[in-house]
Every structure is written in structure tokens, then in C-alpha cells.
């Protein structure tokens, strides 16, 4: 750091705002993880909702909108999706007014632990990399 004697954390003289660098833009778009996506393909559903149609051929990763991860039309990373049937997809994304309360916080926290147990059990994330 080139800080000169009055220089306040390097914004120059006074302190003034206009004399420090101009932060980073944010990554906008989010992280895809295309081996996670064809992993959940045939994988029993993690999320085993009430209305859960138990079909392995409908299993899709199903991203989870919660905790400011992502806004309305998008879609946040990869890891943070759990293994969904059909089913259980739709009423995850609230498709159907029947079913689109049926799941609370607890059972999208389960299936997120599993559905990272059984990534991390077939490669797809590694610890510590």
C-alpha cells in the first residue's frame, strides 16, 4: 500500500471517496455444474414430498429459491438444487395452488443434505477443492 502521511486508508488526503479504486462488478450469473444436472437423471427423489410421485425417471435437479439465492426468473448455483421428481418438482416451484405449501424449510434442508451426500458420494463435488 502507497499510503502518504494524511492519507485515510487511501482515499486520498481528506478522505475523499473519489480518490479510491472503483470496486469489482459481482458475478451476475450463477455457477453451472453439468455433471451435478445429469447426475440427478434416474436418482431417487430427495425432497419426498407428500405428493411425491416416487418415479426415478422424473428425478430432476430442482433449484431452491430461498434465502435471497436468487431472484425472481433465475436461478441460483448448481450445488445449492436437490434431487426432485416431477411431482415434487411442481410443488417446489409452486406450479399447483393444491400442493405449493406442502413443503417448509426443514424438507428443503433434508433433501439438500442428502442429494450433496450422494454428489459428493459419486464424485461430482470434491472436499477441499
Not at 475523499?16 to 451476475?28: A, C, E, H, S, V
Not at 418415479?55 to 438444487?81: C, Y
Request: proline share 5%.
Amino acid at each position: 500500500m502507497n499510503a502518504r502521511f494524511g492519507d485515510l486508508a487511501g482515499r486520498g488526503a481528506l478522505g475523499l471517496k473519489g480518490t479510491q479504486p472503483k470496486p469489482q462488478k459481482r458475478m451476475t450469473g450463477n455457477l453451472v455444474h453439468v455433471a451435478a444436472r445429469q447426475n440427478a437423471r434416474g436418482r431417487e427423489c430427495t425432497l419426498r414430498l407428500p405428493s411425491c410421485n416416487g418415479d426415478p425417471q422424473t428425478t430432476v435437479l430442482a433449484h431452491l429459491r430461498m434465502f435471497g439465492a436468487a431472484g425472481m426468473g433465475q436461478k441460483p448455483d448448481d450445488w445449492f438444487a436437490v434431487f426432485a421428481c416431477s411431482a415434487c418438482h411442481d410443488s417446489l416451484d409452486r406450479r399447483d395452488a393444491a400442493t405449493a405449501g406442502e413443503w417448509g424449510h426443514e424438507d428443503a434442508l433434508r433433501a439438500l443434505y442428502l442429494t450433496l451426500k450422494q454428489q459428493f458420494r459419486d464424485g461430482i463435488y470434491v472436499p477441499g477443492s
